[in-house]
């Protein structure tokens, strides 16, 4: 068996892992990725809805075009249960929609041509460490090769195993949302600058519907709810919401999808002694949206940071990777700690109370505060100025009650 001793190690081929592996040996780190699947980009497994900042702050507005699906997403119209519209907008561009197996595929190649060593068809089941080394144990259908480093990055995604073979918690079971998405052509009256989101918690328990357009007729149809099977609700979605119903009359599936998102926020320790965790795998994605590649992607670049760091310093100590977590949380924390209280907030509230707050908010001045506060990444901005508006007061004081006594 051939031996690979190199500085980093990072385990998951998702966009966290791949990012962290660029940021590491763009710093001159010699980087091993393991990925099980056997090949990265194979699969498109999300909405791929990212927003014009998140990618520029991940350096990534330079994506080749074939990978864009649709540079003009510039707001979102939201239905109600009973069909109220709430529409919140832009005067430019906020979002792009992207091929997310094309996404995967670039930052793969990206990977390479800084010389990161990609192994795929290698499932690592086990870490142990010997004499302050880690060792790789690999499934039975991986490579033969034999791995070692003294750092790893693990990026596994929304069901790490390996979390706690360092103690580390992981994402917890019973907040996950199972996602259902088809691609669909042929669709009615949509607009290509708006995705549609369809709120209520009998059509969508835990989340919500979406239709994501690629141009005027072809769109990402999909849904997510806390009870699976997500695929047997979004066919019920479709076939029976008075406005989806009518626009995906005449219109065809050319490809299904399903996935889980863990929406109950960060796991409480991302680093010990040699190991950082990132991604969905630390619970790095939006509780309200369930997108996780942009924030996942800014912890990533950190954890490459501090990695390289850690490796020139020769210091793997739980206190030196602590930084990871500080700037993690100085970047993000605030803003998934309010979208976790909105998430449960709107997970409370019946069909008939988030008619009344469509109601309240669909007025011009708190449809403008709205529209100009609101941002895709940064929630907490629009949420703090919304609480400061007197007309909201006796609605969120009579449901936010009504959530305390549910919650308790
Ligand atoms: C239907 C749906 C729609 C979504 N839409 C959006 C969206 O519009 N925008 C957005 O930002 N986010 C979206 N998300 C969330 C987004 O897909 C995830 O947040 C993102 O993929 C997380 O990246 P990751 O690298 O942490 O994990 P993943 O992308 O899950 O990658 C983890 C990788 O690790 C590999 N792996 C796991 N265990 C091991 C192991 N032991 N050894 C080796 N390899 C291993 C897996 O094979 C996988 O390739 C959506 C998710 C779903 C399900």
Not at 4 to 10: A, G, I, M, T
Not at 223 to 246: D, E, F, W, Y
Not at 295 to 302: D, E, M
């Given at each position: 068996?051939?031996?690979?001793?190199?500085?980093?190690?990072?385990?998951?081929?998702?966009?966290?892992?791949?990012?962290?592996?660029?940021?590491?040996?763009?710093?001159?780190?010699?980087?091993?990725?393991?990925?099980?699947?056997?090949?990265?980009?194979?699969?498109?497994?999300?909405?791929?809805?990212?927003?014009?900042?998140?990618?520029?702050?991940?350096?990534?507005?330079?994506?080749?075009?074939?990978?864009?699906?649709?540079?003009?997403?510039?707001?979102?119209?939201?239905?109600?249960?009973?069909?109220?519209?709430?529409?919140?907008?832009?005067?430019?561009?906020?979002?792009?929609?992207?091929?997310?197996?094309?996404?995967?595929?670039?930052?793969?190649?990206?990977?390479?041509?800084?010389?990161?060593?990609?192994?795929?068809?290698?499932?690592?089941?086990?870490?142990?460490?010997?004499?302050?080394?880690?060792?790789?144990?690999?499934?039975?259908?991986?490579?033969?090769?034999?791995?070692?480093?003294?750092?790893?990055?693990?990026?596994?995604?929304?069901?790490?195993?390996?979390?706690?073979?360092?103690?580390?918690?992981?994402?917890?079971?019973?907040?996950?949302?199972?996602?259902?998405?088809?691609?669909?052509?042929?669709?009615?009256?949509?607009?290509?600058?708006?995705?549609?989101?369809?709120?209520?918690?009998?059509?969508?328990?835990?989340?919500?519907g979406w239709i994501i357009p690629i141009d005027e007729k072809r769109?990402?149809?999909?849904?997510?709810?806390?009870?699976?099977?997500?695929?047997?609700?979004?066919?019920?979605?479709?076939?029976?919401?008075?406005?989806?119903?009518?626009?995906?009359?005449?219109?065809?599936?050319e490809k299904r999808m399903s996935g889980a998102?863990?929406?109950?926020?960060?796991?409480?320790?991302?680093?010990?002694?040699?190991?950082?965790?990132?991604?969905?795998?630390?619970?790095?994605?939006?509780?309200?949206?369930?997108?996780?590649?942009?924030?996942?992607?800014?912890?990533?670049?950190?954890?490459?940071?501090?990695?390289?760091?850690?490796?020139?310093?020769?210091?793997?100590?739980?206190?030196?990777?602590?930084?990871?977590?500080?700037?993690?949380?100085?970047?993000?924390?605030?803003?998934?700690?309010?979208?976790?209280?909105?998430?449960?907030?709107?997970?409370?509230?019946?069909?008939?109370?988030?008619?009344?707050?469509?109601?309240?908010?669909?007025?011009?001045?708190?449809?403008?505060?709205?529209?100009?506060?609101?941002?895709?990444?940064?929630?907490?901005?629009?949420?703090?100025?919304?609480?400061?508006?007197?007309?909201?007061?006796?609605?969120?004081?009579?449901?936010?009650?009504?959530?305390?006594?549910?919650?308790?």
């Amino acid at each position: 068996m051939i031996e690979s001793e190199d500085d980093l190690v990072v385990v998951g081929g998702g966009p966290a892992g791949l990012l962290s592996a660029i940021s590491a040996s763009k710093k001159g780190v010699d980087v091993t990725l393991l990925e099980s699947k056997n090949a990265i980009g194979r699969h498109e497994h999300c909405a791929g809805l990212l927003s014009i900042d998140g990618l520029k702050s991940l350096n990534l507005l330079n994506l080749p075009s074939n990978i864009i699906q649709n540079k003009d997403i510039r707001g979102s119209k939201i239905y109600s249960p009973k069909g109220e519209l709430l529409v919140v907008q832009k005067n430019e561009p906020t979002a792009w929609v992207v091929d997310r197996a094309g996404f995967d595929s670039h930052l793969s190649s990206q990977a390479i041509e800084l010389g990161v060593n990609i192994r795929t068809s290698s499932r690592v089941l086990n870490i142990k460490k010997t004499n302050g080394h880690l060792n790789y144990i690999l499934g039975k259908k991986s490579t033969t090769q034999k791995f070692r480093s003294k750092m790893v990055i693990l990026a596994e995604g929304r069901f790490p195993a390996l979390n706690e073979k360092f103690n580390l918690p992981s994402p917890l079971r019973n907040n996950i949302v199972y996602a259902s998405q088809f691609i669909m052509s042929g669709v009615k009256d949509i607009e290509r600058e708006f995705v549609e989101l369809y709120q209520g918690n009998s059509l969508a328990p835990g989340f919500f519907g979406w239709i994501i357009p690629i141009d005027e007729k072809r769109a990402k149809v999909g849904l997510g709810v806390t009870n699976p099977p997500a695929g047997k609700s979004l066919r019920t979605l479709i076939n029976t919401h008075p406005i989806i119903k009518q626009k995906l009359s005449s219109a065809i599936i050319e490809k299904r999808m399903s996935g889980a998102i863990p929406i109950g926020s960060y796991i409480k320790k991302t680093y010990a002694d040699n190991v950082i965790v990132v991604g969905d795998a630390a619970g790095q994605t939006k509780p309200t949206t369930g997108g996780g590649v942009i924030f996942g992607g800014i912890a990533a670049k950190i954890a490459g940071d501090i990695s390289s760091q850690a490796i020139k310093n020769e210091d793997f100590s739980s206190k030196f990777l602590s930084e990871y977590e500080k700037r993690w949380r100085k970047e993000f924390r605030k803003n998934l700690d309010v979208m976790k209280i909105i998430r449960n907030y709107l997970n409370s509230l019946e069909d008939e109370h988030v008619e009344k707050l469509f109601n309240l908010l669909n007025k011009p001045k708190i449809k403008k505060q709205i529209s100009r506060f609101g941002d895709v990444d940064n929630q907490a901005k629009v949420v703090f100025r919304l609480v400061f508006n007197l007309r909201l007061w006796p609605f969120l004081l009579g449901s936010g009650i009504r959530f305390l006594f549910k919650k308790n």
